[in-house]
């Protein structure tokens, strides 16, 4: 069941990279973005370029000028910003607050909720630079949508469709894991990308993202679609002494990257011991160079 949206005017408080992106896109879709909050430069010149003609006015008065209040600052800052608004009288019973941090479900928006104000959490599982580019990139992203009424779960349905989205439901309980979930496939892939492009430097290669984006690629759409059985490579194999030599070479030319190689090791042990596809021997022997190799760093 998707709705119009009532009145179809949109504030949003925190216009930082996910805010300013999100609202140009919901204005693209026809809706009205009446007003956004934001101090600093970056955000200011996000919303000149994402969002010209909208005016920059503070936190209240873009909450009492809209019907949808979209809260997009940092997840910290959240509680404080709701709690805020509703003590000073921002939010009007009927309004609709929604916030888009993955962390938070609907117990952050409590003090909006007693005010009369029907909320929801949509969080965009999509990384985002605050610019054009990731415009196109909003087509067929997953939100991650808490909401217990009627009207909310309605409006969040419009919303995503009107983002060209996919709807994910996340219970109350469970928004925490499905954050983290988020964090450690995305965030985390970027630390380890961007320390495998610095041992190829060090190899010598002149271009290490072309060197690893065919392989990544493959890699990424492998694991999405075999999960633990796209597992390849000197690990899966049990070559112990291939894997004594990169803990050697990466300590000599890339020594913090060891701590991580390390990490992702075990658990790449641990995960082709359970799924059968590495001899328990061959698993004791691998974790043991694994272990040696940190206690020579830190001794």
């Known amino acids: 069941m998707t709705m119009t949206l009532p009145g179809t005017r949109i504030g949003v408080v925190g216009a930082g990279r996910v805010g300013a992106v999100l609202s140009a896109a919901l204005r693209a879709a026809g809706h009205e973005v009446v007003a956004a909050a934001g101090e600093s430069a970056?955000?200011?010149t996000r919303v000149e370029t994402l969002l010209p003609g909208v005016p920059v006015r503070k936190p209240s008065a873009v909450a009492r000028s809209c019907d949808l209040l979209l809260l997009t600052v940092p997840?910290?800052?959240?509680?404080?910003v709701v709690s805020m608004l509703a003590a000073s009288g921002a939010i009007r019973e009927g309004q609709y607050v929604a916030h888009t941090s993955g962390r938070h479900g609907l117990a952050v928006l409590e003090p909006a909720r007693l005010r009369g104000a029907h909320v929801l959490a949509l969080h965009p599982a999509m990384t985002f630079t605050g610019t054009t580019l990731d415009l196109p990139r909003l087509p067929g992203c997953a939100y991650g949508v808490t909401a217990v009424e009627d009207?909310?779960?309605a409006l969040a349905e419009t919303l995503v469709s009107d983002l060209r989205g996919r709807?994910?439901?996340?219970?109350?309980?469970?928004?925490?894991?499905y954050h983290a979930g988020l964090a450690h496939?995305?965030?985390h892939l970027v630390t380890l990308v961007s320390q495998a492009m610095e041992l190829l430097r060090e190899s010598g290669a002149a271009d290490p993202a072309a060197t690893l984006r065919p392989l990544l690629t493959a890699a990424l759409d492998n694991a999405l679609t075999m999960g633990t059985a796209a597992l390849t490579g000197p690990i899966v194999r049990g070559d112990v002494e291939t894997v004594r030599a990169h803990l050697?070479?990466?300590?000599l030319h890339q020594p913090e990257t060891l701590p991580s190689y390390v990490a992702l090791a075990r658990s790449t042990v641990n995960t082709a011991v359970l799924d059968g596809?590495?001899?328990?021997i061959r698993a004791v022997?691998?974790?043991?160079?694994?272990?040696?190799?940190?206690e020579k760093v830190t001794a």
């Open 151 to 153: 009207v909310s779960i």
């Open 185 to 187: 496939g995305a965030n």
């Open 277 to 280: 596809q590495l001899l328990p």
């Open 285 to 294: 022997k691998l974790v043991g160079i694994l272990n040696d190799a940190l």
């Open 167 to 177: 709807l994910v439901w996340v219970p109350e309980d469970k928004r925490t894991l």
């Open 75 to 80: 997840d910290d800052m959240l509680s404080n």
């Open 248 to 251: 050697r070479d990466i300590s």
């Open 42 to 44: 970056a955000t200011l």
